[in-house]
């Protein structure tokens, strides 16, 4: 089982930057894919981005390709996801997600394990 533990986030100016990260416990950190995910209100759950146990394959959504970078570090049991330019529309609670059996994952229901969210907004 892995508990995951997101931080980073704030309130930042459009343009601004932001950089999150998901601290994970156990000892199996590297056994596990990750995903970031968001949720404004009144919307439903979006993929951001997913990275691949090894760290060497990536996605990302559409509307943050470009300018969000996920990353992982398996040595720290931590996965980052550095946001640049900011838009309003990127408010939202950000959350990490943790599966180990999934492969390429983008969908919210394929991933097992959660993080208790971030709060991310951008004024204008």
């Known amino acids: 089982q892995v508990q995951l533990v997101e931080s980073g986030g704030g309130l930042v100016q459009a343009g601004g930057s932001l950089r999150l990260s998901c601290a994970a416990s156990?000892?199996?950190?590297?056994?596990?894919?990750l995903a970031w995910f968001r949720q404004a209100p009144g919307k439903e759950r979006e993929f951001v981005a997913r990275?691949?146990?090894?760290?060497?394959?990536?996605n990302y959504g559409d509307s943050v390709k470009g300018r969000f970078t996920i990353s992982r570090d398996n040595a720290k049991n931590t996965m980052f996801l550095q946001m640049n330019s900011l838009k309003p529309e990127d408010t939202a609670v950000y959350y990490c997600?943790?599966?180990?059996?999934?492969?390429?994952?983008?969908?919210?229901?394929?991933?097992?394990?959660w993080g208790q969210g971030t709060q991310v907004t951008v004024s204008s």
């Open positions: 156990g000892r199996t950190f590297s056994s596990y894919a």
């Open positions: 997600a943790a599966d180990r059996t999934i492969v390429g994952g983008t969908t919210a229901n394929g991933y097992a394990h």
């Open positions: 990275v691949s146990r090894s760290g060497g394959s990536t």
